[in-house]
């Protein structure tokens, strides 16, 4: 079956870093995504990986690893604004997206 | 960039009735939509594929005749919940890819609460 691991929650401080974890299993891989979805709204999209490496965007940066099945999202400097769920998802051979459970994340001051 | 709407955001109806959600893409065409389906604390559910000019495609434990899903035109897709009931309430989201499958363009969602 396919299958997409994350944390359940994770709590960090403002100003400082965190890191979401994902691993994946999955029938095919065309591309790993991070979304941020805040409670109550639609989720927004953060990055997008398909090769090897690290990425990076700002504050925001998505690293993958396809032979492990693994990627990461690591957020720097964090703001209170930063404060949402993160959701993992994986674009499968069938073009179908395979989504994770999400991470919450709690900033605190 | 890409702009996928829905209406409407939120709907309260009473148990038994139908609620039409529709979704729309304001600045591109849309072959393909996506419906999900998400419950408090929980991550996206597929419910289905809708196509243009053909027949959805359904998740498996979705029933169609339950959901039915209408894709009339390149730019709108409607989802329509029959005979509501209470554990029908959930967040609704629709999305579209927009230059390749791997670029999906989310709609704001449609929260349904069936009394």
């Known amino acids: 079956g396919q299958n997409i691991d994350q944390p359940t929650e994770m709590t960090a401080t403002e100003g400082a870093i965190v890191q979401i974890n994902c691993t994946y299993q999955?029938?095919?891989?065309?591309?790993l995504f991070w979304y941020q979805q805040h409670a109550g709204e639609a989720p927004t999209f953060l990055s997008y990986?398909?090769l090897d490496g690290l990425e990076e965007k700002g504050r925001f940066s998505s690293f993958l690893s396809r032979s492990k099945g693994y990627s990461y999202l690591l957020l720097k400097e964090l703001q209170m604004k930063d404060s949402a769920s993160y959701l993992c998802?994986?674009?499968?051979?069938?073009?179908?997206?395979?989504w994770g459970a999400g991470t919450k994340l709690i900033i605190k001051p | 960039g890409a702009v996928v709407s829905q209406h409407p955001s939120r709907v309260i109806c009473k148990s038994g009735t139908s609620v039409k959600i529709e979704c729309r893409s304001l600045?591109?065409?849309?072959?393909?939509m996506f419906w999900y389906r998400q419950f408090p604390k929980q991550s996206l559910m597929l419910m289905a594929t809708?196509?243009?000019?053909?027949?959805?495609?359904?998740e498996q434990g979705v029933e169609k005749d339950k959901f039915l899903i209408n894709h009339a035109s390149l730019t709108l897709s409607t989802l329509t919940v029959t005979s509501a009931h209470p554990e029908d309430s959930s967040f609704y989201i629709c999305?579209?890819?927009?230059?390749?499958?791997?670029?999906?363009?989310f709609g704001p969602g449609t929260r349904l609460l069936v009394l």
């Open positions: 999305s579209a890819p927009f230059g390749g499958m791997e670029t999906q363009y």
């Open positions: 809708s196509n243009e000019g053909s027949k959805a495609t359904y």
């Open positions: 600045d591109f065409q849309a072959t393909t």
């Open positions: 998802a994986v674009l499968d051979s069938n073009y179908q997206l395979i």
């Open positions: 990986n398909v």
């Open positions: 999955t029938s095919g891989f065309n591309g």
